[in-house]
């Protein structure tokens, strides 16, 4: 009887250790799960920066300084009928001037704060970058920046 009651202490010891060691396992593979999440996110935002960086140095939307974006030619390009989605490979594509709140209307421009070039039906989150928005003021016969914002999409397969 009391050779029985070890093997039971001993499988019970054995069986309390194994759930220790699955508990610390889990708990293991979470947190490594969720470091591996964050870094996958980190290398996502910094891919799309790249991709917003690189959009703002394309001749369609350069302004007369480097790594600054022409609003005129934004404007003309949202206007337009170009095929801008297919030819950047992207879902989503705006860029706004910082502080303005209103959507370009013809009758606004060049007085608003936000130009929206594609717009695709799910585009995820958007990344973005901060660059100077150029645009030709004739009330002071030169051109005028002020600090703003490309958003941008990717992700057409």
């Known amino acids: 009887m009391k050779g029985q009651l070890k093997i039971q202490e001993m499988a019970f010891v054995i069986v309390a250790l194994v759930l220790l060691f699955a508990l610390i396992a889990v708990f293991f593979t979470s947190w490594r799960l969720h470091s591996v999440k964050g870094e996958v996110e980190a290398l996502q935002e910094y891919a ?9 140095n394309t001749p369609e939307l350069q302004g007369s300084c480097q790594g600054c974006v022409s609003w005129d030619h934004a404007w003309v390009l949202a206007e337009g009928n170009y095929s801008l989605a297919d030819r950047w490979n992207l879902d989503y594509l705006e ?28 585009y995820g989150t958007a990344q973005r970058a901060f660059s100077a928005m150029c645009y030709w003021d004739p009330s002071i016969n030169q051109e005028r920046c002020q600090l703003g914002m490309v958003l941008a999409s990717g992700g057409k397969a």
């Open 48 to 56: 799309g920066g790249k991709l917003v960086s690189q959009l703002v």
């Open 95 to 122: 860029v706004q001037i910082l502080g303005v709140n209103r959507t370009c209307t013809a009758q606004q421009y060049p007085e608003c704060g936000s130009i929206t070039l594609i717009r695709g039906d799910a």
